[in-house]
């Protein structure tokens, strides 16, 4: 079993920033990837940043030089530094860790980007 447990998330203006954190525990010796999901209300749960332990990351388009991915592998530990944020990011952000033939999530954390 692995937990995740999200945190950072909170009220921002448009054009501001947020950094969420990711923190995973249990049985953590086969974690694989690590990633950062998002759900607007009425919409689709997306990927919005990914990264394997190699390393590799993915981002989906919308978020494409506005947001990066980290990871802390002593840790166990990803990040997600979001920059230059919009009012169409506001979303529940959820984190996603990934070992061989499942998926585990957190709670979520709601970001909101509003004037």
């Known amino acids: 079993q692995v937990h995740v447990v999200e945190s950072g998330g909170g009220l921002v203006q448009p054009g501001g920033s947020l950094k969420l954190s990711c923190a995973a525990s249990?049985?953590?010796?086969?974690?694989?990837?690590m990633g950062w999901y998002r759900q607007a209300p009425g919409k689709q749960r997306e990927l919005v940043a990914r990264m394997t332990t190699a390393g590799v990351t993915n981002y989906a388009d919308s978020v494409k030089g506005r947001f990066t991915i980290s990871r802390d592998g002593a840790v166990n530990t990803v990040y997600l530094q979001m920059n230059s944020l919009k009012p169409e990011d506001t979303a529940v952000y959820y984190c996603?860790?990934?070992?061989?033939?499942?998926?585990?999530w957190g709670q979520g954390t709601q970001v909101t980007v509003s004037s």
């Open positions: 996603n860790a990934d070992v061989p033939g499942r998926d585990y």
């Open positions: 249990g049985s953590i010796l086969r974690l694989r990837n």
